[in-house]
């Protein structure tokens, strides 16, 4: 006879959901935004030339772990794409943090590829064309905006978030966006490819789901065999 057949039905339901109360993963939506500098090699998350470069959480929109961080600042490390390339496994330990709460870490460990192709980078500038250079994380798109168009520029990571205080983890996505207003994407890319840089405010979007301990999973699945079991003999009897 195991401990958990002799344990009573109540107990045996009480114990599951102290596991799900014991541990408290970072879990839900952070919203930041702030300012850049892109230029061929380097994201550069202002002030300029100097890292890290800081952000500010959104005051109305966190959900989850991050209600508390609303309207707080932040810091986040500039990405060098010789250091950090595209599509490739990465590890960016501390990369982005926040002054609220120290223990918060993100941890960077991938930078996805743009999403379109090359073939309209270069096309007189027109609503609707979008474009990724060959090798680059940037997703280009133009909009028509009245007489001009309008450009916006986006870009995606993922990675994992650390709560020093309970070495639990956790991943997260997100998406970098940015509007310039007026301008087309072409005339952005003309100023980087001659060696030049882009300014422009920025809004990111980052959702953070838990990863199950594989600890608490054994204990849960013992728990439950243990409750079936229960059921099983009482039946029986």
């Not at 065999?225 to 029986?236: I, P, S, T, Y």
Request: charge should be negative.
């Amino acid at each position: 006879m195991t401990l958990l057949s002799t344990l009573p039905r109540g107990a045996l339901l009480l114990g599951i959901a102290s596991l799900s109360l014991f541990a408290a993963p970072i879990v839900g939506i952070l919203n930041i935004g702030g300012s850049t500098a892109v230029s061929l090699t380097q994201i550069d998350f202002l002030p300029p030339g100097v890292t890290p470069g800081t952000f500010r959480v959104d005051l109305f929109t966190q959900t989850g772990s991050f209600v508390p961080l609303a309207d707080t600042v932040g810091s986040l490390e500039d990405l060098n794409s010789v250091l950090y390339p595209t599509g490739a496994v990465i590890s960016f330990p501390n990369w982005l943090t926040f002054g609220a709460d120290p223990n918060i870490s993100f941890e960077l460990t991938y930078i996805q590829p743009g999403s379109f192709s090359s073939a309209e980078c270069g096309l007189a500038p027109a609503s609707g064309q979008t474009c990724t250079l060959a090798g680059s994380p940037f997703n280009l798109s133009n909009a028509a905006a009245g007489a001009g168009i309008n450009s916006t520029v986006s870009f995606g990571v993922q990675g994992i978030v650390h709560n020093l205080a309970t070495a639990e983890q956790s991943t997260f996505s997100g998406t970098f966006s940015t509007q310039f207003v007026g301008r087309p994407y072409q005339s952005v890319l003309a100023t980087i490819s001659a060696g030049g840089s882009e300014r422009a405010t920025y809004s990111a979007n980052f959702e953070v789901t838990a990863i199950p301990e594989p600890a608490t999973l054994a204990l849960c699945g013992s728990a439950l065999l243990g409750l079936a079991f229960v059921r099983r003999r009482n039946r029986q009897r």
